[in-house]
DNA sequence: CAAGATATGTCAACATGACTGACATAAATT
DNA sequence: AATTTATGTCAGTCATGTTGACATATCTTG
């Protein structure tokens, strides 16, 4: 933990003491955790210019994504997803509802419950957010192999809590399944 | 873009209407795109919960992070490196340095600069929250090969924009030669 | 040396997106 | 009929981001 190579930094130069210093290494995975940071950051970042031209943000995005991906997502189910308050998701989702780009429907067999779908309007939104995100994606895993790109998969499914899924997740994951051994 | 199975999703049956929407699907990577947000999100909760007990938010943590992994950052290094303006991080830097998880040195060459590093009590911070991580990744590599690992190494590294990299995304990429170990 | 540029810090105002708590309404369940 | 559930809303707070203006110390340059 104190495991500082500071000084094997430092002597390179005084002019450079501050220019470049040497990262610390240990028993953490440091690699990856900032690997991540980083590729979340740009991954997000897409995003977030494209959305400034519509003056929505990141929440507006997410529930977009949602609500077009999974027709008839419920309310409830949308906090469960994004793992935020009904006051949090309210005030957006009244301004996309507002705003033409989610419709609601009543519920059939039960009439309190709202039924979310995208309007075209929101569809058109979604694509082009998804379509520069798909563009980063691709463009990573250009000269990767399949077993690779399994491996990926393989991962990021791993590093997700799969205690108390919640709709989406029994989608993405496949209801009944809870390993994914074979 | 238009490709829509919305018909196709709502006329299921009408006691599943709203439990277990379809998924869309197309030409985009929704696979990698809401695998990314989950893994992210869990990854993240990670070091959430225990910041609460220090009264730290994610904000402190970034800076902790970095402080901790590159001593003798710069603040305008730390600028570049999350992406925000001095005035947010001036307010969780000054808490973090108030309550003695960081400290400034003045630098050698330049005396305007303030090199930042870790406390004890910053890097056993730094080291819980990273410890915590390190499990997750850990547990999600546990049944990856070699192989597979570098492929999600070098998936997450060619998601990172490359066009004007900050000091720490050279120590990570290397400016040339270097490549950080573990 | 004087003048300007740079690195940092600070004050004030504001925006977004979280939060808690309280309460309202309609519809389903018991 | 009483209670629970799904949703919506009002009001206030907090964390973390923003812009703009300005101060101070220090380095660089004419």
Not at 16 to 33: V, Y
Not at 153 to 165: C, G, N, Q, T, V
């Given at each position: ?15 450079q003491?501050?220019a470049s ?15 991540l940071?980083?590729?979340y950051?740009d991954?997000?970042?897409?995003a977030?210019?494209?959305l ?7 929440a507006?995005?997410?529930v977009?994504h949602f ?6 997502l419920k ?23 507002d705003?033409g780009y ?10 309190r ?13 979604v694509?082009?957010?998804a379509g520069l995100?798909t ?10 192999n399949?077993?690779g790109?399994?491996?990926?998969s393989e ?7 799969r205690?108390d899924p919640d709709?989406?997740l029994?989608a993405i994951f ?9």
């Amino acid at each position: 933990m104190t495991d500082i190579n500071f000084s094997k930094s430092s002597v390179a130069s005084d002019s450079q003491e501050a220019a470049s210093p040497a990262p610390r290494t240990g028993e953490f995975r440091w690699d990856i955790i900032e690997l991540l940071f980083f590729a979340y950051r740009d991954f997000v970042g897409d995003a977030d210019h494209e959305l400034e031209a519509f003056g929505f943000g990141r929440a507006h995005h997410r529930v977009m994504h949602f609500v077009y991906r999974y027709p008839g997502l419920k309310v409830a189910d949308l906090l469960d997803v994004l793992r935020i308050t009904k006051q949090s998701l309210g005030r957006v989702l009244k301004q996309l509802l507002d705003e033409g780009y989610i419709i609601q429907k009543t519920g059939n067999n039960d009439r309190r419950q709202r039924l979310l779908y995208a309007t075209p309007k929101g569809e058109a939104l979604v694509a082009k957010l998804a379509g520069l995100q798909t563009d980063r994606i691709t463009r990573a895993l250009r000269d990767i192999n399949p077993e690779g790109v399994a491996a990926i998969s393989e991962f990021l499914r791993a590093m997700i809590d799969r205690d108390d899924p919640d709709k989406v997740l029994e989608a993405i994951f496949g209801i009944g399944s809870k390993k994914p051994r074979e």
